[in-house]
């Protein structure tokens, strides 16, 4: 079978290597040839094609960031216990649980009308204080990551309070979490 995806490939990463010696893929050349030569096997169209690569190198990206790409069981095998009856997920670190009770913390990243982010606590308009950890529904579960504006307000020099600058924002959280 003539496989063109492959051909193009050692071309194109020839090219590479001798116009760019220090290419910081070129330690990945040969697995990266046999990436291609396994897709243009895979009979991908003209239709499909875009989108199994695009999928593919996702996959891959998240992969080698250690990133999940399929979503939480919860199962015992994926906690490890960091402290006294808390456990960690082993998958993603960001998912803890704590008397049978799973929470993720950046569920919400709160941002401010300057465009800085962070991971806290945030006021709701009557006061209400809503933190960017939340409460796991249920499992298998793949996180969710909300970005909500705030409006940050100076209360004594140095000191701010950050307010939800519309609290119908978090409805959309709420489909998919429990407040913590």
């Known amino acids: 079978m003539n496989n063109n995806t492959k ?14 010696p ?16 396994a897709f243009g096997k895979s009979g991908q169209s003209g239709v499909s094609a ?13 992969l080698c960031l250690q990133q999940t790409i399929a979503p939480l069981t919860g199962e015992d095998n994926e906690w490890n216990e960091c402290s006294d009856k808390v456990y960690q997920n ?4 960001s998912v803890f649980k704590e008397n049978d009770k799973a929470h993720y913390l950046d569920a919400i990243t709160w941002k401010t009308q300057k465009g800085s982010t962070w991971h806290a606590t945030a006021k709701t308009k009557s006061g ?5 950890r939340q ?46």
Do not use: G, M
């Open 7 to 20: 051909s193009h490939a050692e071309r194109e990463l020839d090219i590479l290597i001798k116009t760019t």
């Open 22 to 37: 220090d290419a910081i893929i070129r330690h990945f050349v040969p697995e990266i040839i046999a990436i291609c030569e």
């Open 50 to 62: 875009p989108y199994t690569a695009s999928a593919l190198s996702q996959a891959i990206k998240k």
């Open 90 to 93: 082993n998958r993603l670190s």
């Open 128 to 132: 209400e204080e809503i933190k960017s």
């Open 135 to 180: 409460y796991i529904k249920s499992f298998p579960f793949k996180p969710q990551e909300f970005v909500i504006d705030v409006i940050e307000q100076e209360f004594e020099k140095d000191n701010w309070e950050f307010f939800i600058k519309n609290d119908d924002d978090l409805e959309k959280v709420f489909e998919i979490y429990n407040k913590f």
